[in-house]
């Protein structure tokens, strides 16, 4: 070794070596928050559990868990990627975390990736979770395991979008309580827990256009009713993506 070399040498790790560990700290402080936890895994179990073997909410013929389990499938969906995430991310940049991280070696985009990965992991655990607890409750999906793959792919895509939009642009004060507003409301009138057609035709209607109407009814007719690919859901889903995520891009301020 030549005189003046250090060992470990000097420099910033490789981009895919910060990104990997960028999101494993995310995904490890995610799990860790008593909160976030209630919030993406708690939830919805329960409600899975309860709507299931309580009759409370007429959901048409056939099992409720039928029924539910697309339903809380898309809310897990909904409660990392959008609730979750814009709480999170809000206060990060209340507090300067964003501001700092965005002046380490770890480009921005990159911090984005981190995220949305840690997004994915924890999307990943949640529905193991809520599957194995479905199974068990008598739950017989049917359909094509590539259609539901690409309704939570474009499912997290608009909700990440939605929320970093929201992180991004209002107080973090601000964000807990539309995040949190936000979640409840669209739990309520999303389809999840309460068939749209239980609504107004008109007011049912204008709901079906919302993320989480469209994941939840295109999850379930692919696993209850076995349909093919869900193209509608697919198509405004694809539109609130490209929505929130270019808003995002665009207004997202880092201070």
């Known amino acids: 070794m030549s005189a003046g070399t250090y060992t470990p040498r000097p420099g910033a790790a490789p981009l895919t070596r910060m990104i990997a560990a960028q999101a494993a700290f995310e995904t490890r402080m995610l799990l860790r928050n008593g909160e976030q936890l209630l919030l993406t895994v708690v939830i919805p179990s329960l409600l899975l559990v309860l709507f299931s073997t309580v009759d409370i909410v007429d959901t048409g013929d056939g099992e409720p868990v039928d029924f539910?389990?697309?339903?809380?499938?898309?809310?897990?969906v909904m409660s990392t990627a959008f609730t979750g995430q814009a709480i999170a991310t809000g206060f990060e940049r209340r507090y300067g975390v964003l501001k700092r991280l965005g002046a380490s070696p770890l480009p921005r985009w990159a911090l984005m990736c981190a995220k949305t990965?840690?997004?994915?992991?924890?999307?990943v655990l949640q529905i193991v979770l809520l599957t194995v607890i479905a199974f068990a409750l008598g739950w017989s999906p049917h359909g094509n395991p590539f259609s539901v793959l690409l309704l939570l792919v474009l499912g997290t895509a608009a909700?990440?979008?939605?929320?970093?939009?929201?992180?991004?642009?209002?107080?973090?004060?601000?964000?807990?309580?539309?995040?949190?507003?936000?979640?409840?409301?669209?739990?309520?009138?999303g389809?999840?827990?309460?068939?749209?057609?239980?609504?107004?035709?008109?007011?049912?209607?204008?709901?079906?256009?919302?993320?989480?109407s469209a994941l939840s009814d295109g999850l379930r007719d692919v696993l209850q009713n076995?349909?093919?690919?869900?193209?509608?859901?697919?198509?405004?889903?694809?539109?609130?993506?490209?929505?929130?995520?270019?808003?995002?891009?665009?207004?997202?301020r880092w201070e």
């Open 226 to 252: 076995g349909a093919g690919m869900p193209w509608g859901d697919l198509g405004i889903l694809s539109v609130w993506a490209l929505l929130g995520l270019g808003a995002a891009a665009r207004l997202f």
């Open 117 to 123: 990965l840690s997004v994915l992991v924890t999307e």
């Open 68 to 76: 539910l389990a697309p339903g809380v499938l898309a809310l897990a």
């Open 159 to 189: 909700f990440s979008g939605l929320g970093l939009l929201m992180a991004g642009t209002l107080r973090a004060e601000a964000t807990l309580a539309a995040a949190n507003l936000v979640f409840l409301l669209l739990l309520v009138g």
């Open 191 to 212: 389809g999840v827990i309460v068939p749209l057609d239980r609504f107004p035709g008109a007011v049912a209607s204008a709901l079906a256009l919302l993320p989480i």
